[in-house]
């Protein structure tokens, strides 16, 4: 009897134990769901809040429509609508077009130098877009373009065949600029895809191409739309093309408006109308971040795409593989090779030019040389600032998020992973703009406008529905046996999580992070957005370089972080090597 | 007792014409350069034309006429007018402004008189010439700059250069080989000044319909440079300067007339951390020695002062000059022009 009510005593206290643990992760949950709730719906509400006022930022000025019908009474911003329709849906197509090939190449089959293309694979995805952009001028330009002038000599064309300066050629040079996320996007899938189906067609003696048309892109078709759309929306508010190819053209995208209202070339800066035409934006982003999560919860139920229980094993290209590495090393040559000499070229002249011997002669380094009086040392240290502490916030904040959706029962989890994921369905630049808004409007309450921590929070915030999605697939591999070990071992919650969770889930976790330092470090929309002269980063000397019309001083830079990048990803690369590669766990 | 009342009355008398005469011998520029001594700093804002190193020579000479040790942050221009509408958008929610001092054009300077956002000085009572004070004193007229169509002389013959401004309008120049700078604020000064509002809009119109290569100024030279725009509408002369520099090949079509002269006014801002060493250094820009570190720089002079390289340059020409009076006027159409070429919405 004595011990009977002794055992219920310790169940009664082990259940409330049970109980108080349960309240203290809802209460934790609670907390942290708060807090990205000020995090990311501030700056939503402040692009909201300025669509409707005119004036400056601190005005105090009654709430008005006045911006919204300018904005929608105004013919031209159907027609910019259209542009930027066009150019998201064709930089996609091209981006896909590249990408989809080049995944299942290096994913499925036996090409060689796999090692090496993923490094210069990624590279290629750390040289700023808008150097590239820079580069692809120089080759593609109706004037002066290199390759046009090639062709025209070979062919005896009267024109030239290409027009950078439109809407195709825009699209082109940024959907070229996708295919390494992209590449690292799909490339999961594609690596733990079920064989047996492609076996099957083999045994039955389809062909390599009908193979990979008929059921590769089939059964990864979840993934690839789940890509498609996170391109697409990426694809609406992308700055650097649009402004270096299509504002010289008079081609005008959603995302040149905003900046062009923030950062007028006459007048002055019109916050109201960034706004009104942010909000078309957001509505954008919102219907495509709501596609996004309905295609990526389709994929899941593809019984075929679950990397358990198979060893997917590499199909031989034989004679193929010349090819295939032609196609490989044809694309690592518009996105890494070409724009890499052309920058080389241009960063050692003492001004602009063309090819020609006249040229080879005055090559000099002193744009090199010059570097250091020209830059200081301020962008280099707000750069490292960010590489380090974006990162870090983001993946802390991801893997607690991921913590409390993916291992604990807390009811309103779904609404934390959804709120978490809601930074992808505001465009950068409109994020970036909101909390300019912010800082400038109510700079008692928030009084980090003008330093490195304000871009800080913009980087955070953008990447942290990249760093959850990340840290949830991580976390559901691990098995919760682990987890419920530690806890019968008497280990509480955090212990159990920054003891058995995080070793666990470290390479994941490692990997996005150095990943999103390295997108923080080259990201130029945002910092450009929020740039003062105290959180002047490396990116945005690069731009403000570009708008003095020194070009072969950026080049010249652009070269350093070329390098600097490489070695970065090598270093990390060496790292790693035992434990992942980059981008394996996206 | 009286005697020692006496002595008192003595005593304050003795310290009070004691004070009077130190008041009357501290001249203003003596109380400039003891706060400017308390501030150590200068936030300088300027056309990027000038660089690290003319900033750091400027910085140099300065510190040296007036026995001080003050740091000069340069501060490069990437474009003027996002600047000064970061100034407008700062003041107005009560933030003080990055920088102490701007070198901007006149018709910068314009955008911060309207909004009264200059700290003023009474500048002549140090010495400088009225002629060159404007905007109420809120700034100095350090230089002129002159504007142009311009060209690269290796990929243009100078017989095919343009000999008039209606020249720009010739069909040759279809298809994107005309550019046109953001800088549209010259066509503005031309209708504030010979032109009138109506000939330049209209010249504008026109000038927009041959669909012309849009850009930054900087960015122009670079495709000037390049060829792939044959001919810029206008150009600044310090594009030219950093081009010769360079030894690349931009030049003016200078038969054109007549030629826009914008300013460059270097002011202090209101809100300024810094308005001792700004009002000091404004003065110092005045100066001989402050000119011609200018001129070596940035290879702007100014206009007013003879033997000078501007005041050469324009002899023999019909000049535009912008006058406070017109800057209104000037604000305007510049953002009027900039919506018909499309650089703004």
Request: proline letters at 11%; a neutral charge; charged letters at 25%.
């Given at each position: 009897m004595k011990a009977e009510s002794h055992s219920e005593v310790l169940v009664a206290a082990g259940d409330g134990l049970a109980r108080l643990k349960s309240q203290g992760v809802s209460l934790f949950a609670s907390g942290l769901s708060l807090f990205l709730m000020v995090l990311i719906g501030v700056p939503v509400v402040m692009v909201i809040l300025m669509s409707l006022r005119t004036g400056f930022p601190g005005e105090t000025v009654p709430l008005t429509l006045a911006n919204y019908l300018d904005v929608y009474a105004n013919p031209r911003t159907y027609q910019v609508l259209l542009n930027t329709l066009f150019f998201a849906v064709t930089s996609v197509s091209v981006a896909l077009l590249i990408t989809v090939p080049l995944v299942w190449i290096l994913m499925r089959t036996d090409i060689p130098l796999k090692k090496t293309i993923y490094v210069l694979l990624t590279i290629g995805i750390l040289i700023p877009v808008f150097l590239r952009t820079i580069a692809w001028i120089i080759l593609l330009s109706p004037r002066i373009g290199l390759l046009n002038k090639w062709l025209q000599q070979i062919f005896d064309l009267a024109a030239p065949p290409f027009n950078l300066y439109s809407l195709p050629g825009m699209a082109f040079v940024q959907g070229i600029s996708f295919v390494p996320g992209a590449f690292f996007m799909l490339a999961a899938a594609y690596r733990s895809m079920d064989p047996s189906l492609e076996e099957a067609a083999y045994t039955s003696g389809v062909g390599k191409l009908r193979t990979f048309l008929k059921i590769n892109i089939p059964i990864t078709w979840p993934a690839i739309a789940a890509v498609m759309v996170y391109l697409f929306m990426t694809a609406l508010a992308v700055f650097e093309v649009p402004a270096i190819i299509g504002l010289p053209a008079r081609i005008i995208v959603l995302s040149s408006l905003i900046f062009q209202s923030t950062s007028p070339n006459t007048g002055l800066p019109d916050y109201g109308m960034a706004g009104a035409y942010g909000a078309i934006m957001l509505l954008f982003g919102l219907v495509f971040a709501f596609l996004y999560v309905r295609l990526v919860k389709q994929g899941k139920k593809?019984?075929?795409?679950?990397?358990?229980?198979y060893r997917p094993r590499e199909i031989a290209l034989r004679s193929w593989k010349w090819p295939a590495l032609a196609f490989v090393f044809f694309y690592l040559s518009i996105e890494v090779f070409i724009p890499f000499l052309v920058l080389l070229w241009t960063s050692l002249l003492p001004y602009l030019q063309l090819p020609s011997a006249d040229a080879l002669s005055l090559l000099t380094f002193k744009h090199y040389l010059e570097m250091p009086a020209h830059v200081g040392v301020k962008p280099f240290i707000n750069t490292l600032i960010l590489m380090f502490a974006v990162p870090t916030l983001t993946m802390l904040l991801s893997v607690l998020v991921s913590w409390v959706v993916i291992r604990t029962q807390v009811s309103f989890r779904g609404l934390l992973d959804t709120l978490a994921f809601v930074p992808h369905a505001v465009p950068g630049i409109l994020m970036a703009v909101g909390l300019a808004y912010l800082g400038l409007s109510y700079r008692d309450v928030f009084?980090?406008?003008?330093?490195?921590f304000i871009i800080v929070i913009a980087h955070t915030i953008n990447w942290i529905a990249y760093g959850t999605r990340t840290t949830n697939s991580v976390m559901i591999q691990v098995h919760r046996e682990l987890e419920e070990a530690g806890r019968v071992a008497g280990a509480s919650v955090p212990r159990v999580l920054w003891k058995i969770v995080l070793p666990l889930i470290a390479a994941g976790v490692l990997n996005s992070w150095v990943w999103i330092g390295l997108l923080s470090y080259r990201e130029v929309t945002m910092a450009l957005t929020l740039y003062t002269r105290n959180n002047v980063v490396i990116s945005t000397v690069v731009w403000q370089f570009w708008g003095s019309g020194w070009v072969p001083q950026v080049a010249a830079l652009g070269v350093i972080l070329i390098l600097f990048a490489t070695i970065v990803v090598g270093t990390v690369r060496v790292v790693l090597s035992r434990i992942g590669e980059i981008g394996e766990a996206s | 007792m009286a005697n020692s009342k006496l002595l008192s009355v003595f005593g304050l008398a003795a310290v009070l014409l004691g004070a009077s005469v130190e008041q009357a011998t501290a001249t203003p520029v003596d109380d400039l350069i003891a706060g400017a001594k308390k501030e150590g700093v200068i936030e300088f804002y300027g056309?990027?034309?000038?660089g690290p190193e003319g900033a750091k020579e400027l910085a140099g000479a300065f510190n040296k006429k007036y026995g001080l040790n003050i740091k000069l942050n340069f501060n490069a221009s990437g474009n003027m007018t996002r600047d000064i509408g970061k100034v407008v958008g700062l003041s107005a929610s009560g933030q003080p402004p990055e920088w102490d001092i701007m070198v901007v054009t006149d018709s910068h300077h314009g955008s911060l008189w309207f909004r009264k956002l200059h700290k003023t000085f009474d500048y002549k009572s140090l010495g400088v010439d009225p002629k060159i004070i404007e905007y109420d004193n809120g700034v100095i007229s350090i230089a002129n700059q002159f504007a142009l169509p311009a060209y690269n002389k290796k990929i243009l013959p100078a017989k095919d250069a343009?000999?008039?401004?209606?020249?720009?309008?010739?069909?040759?120049?279809k298809g994107g080989k005309l550019g046109v700078t953001s800088s549209v604020h010259h066509f503005a000064r031309l209708a504030a000044g010979p032109w009138g509002e109506e000939k330049t809009t209209d010249f504008v119109k026109k000038l927009a319909a041959m669909q012309p290569t849009l850009s930054r100024a900087g960015e122009m030279a670079q495709r000037l440079l390049l060829g792939e725009v044959l001919i810029s509408a206008t150009m600044q002369d310090s594009q030219l300067h950093e081009s010769a520099q360079q030894g690349a090949p931009l030049v003016f079509?200078?038969?054109?007339?007549p030629v826009v002269s914008p300013e460059y006014h270097v002011g202090v801002l209101k809100g300024a951390p810094h308005p001792n060493v700004g009002h000091l250094f404004t003065v110092f820009m005045s100066t001989k020695e402050g000119q011609q570190l200018w001129e070596k720089h940035t290879g702007h002079s100014s206009a007013y002062v003879p033997g000078t390289k501007a005041y050469q340059f324009i002899q023999g020409k019909t000049v535009v000059y912008m006058k406070q009076d017109q800057a209104q006027l000037v604000d305007k159409l510049t953002r009027q022009y900039g919506k018909v070429f499309g650089f703004d919405n």
């Open positions: 593809y019984t075929v795409i679950t990397g358990r229980g009084p980090l406008y003008g330093t490195i | 056309p990027s034309t000038l343009p000999k008039r401004w209606e020249d720009l309008l010739d069909p040759k120049w079509a200078d038969a054109v007339q």
